[in-house]
């Protein structure tokens, strides 16, 4: 997901930080009752996105793409 569809869907950005060579990353968080989910993007210092990943209660989500996470969203939600 981009920053955009991460505001979209009730995420909250929370901070950037520095990697080696100048690359940086900016972290989201969405809290749903007890669940608290954590969306990481890795950028170079161009600013392309490398990497992205998700975080559920701290552990991290193996290779989930958009539609697992915005349905994950989704059956917490209700």
């Known amino acids: 997901m981009n ?13 950037k930080g520095k990697l080696d060579g100048g690359e940086y990353y900016k972290w ?10 954590c969306y990481t993007i890795e950028y170079t210092a161009e600013n392309d ?12 989500l193996k ?5 697992d996470i915005l349905t994950l969203i989704r059956i917490l939600g209700n």
């Open 3 to 15: 920053e955009h569809e991460l505001k979209e869907n009730g995420f909250t950005f929370q901070s």
């Open 63 to 67: 290779n989930p793409t958009k539609r």
């Open 49 to 60: 996105a490398i990497t992205e990943y998700c975080e559920v209660n701290e552990h991290k």
């Open 28 to 37: 989201w968080k969405l809290k749903i009752r007890d669940i608290i989910i």
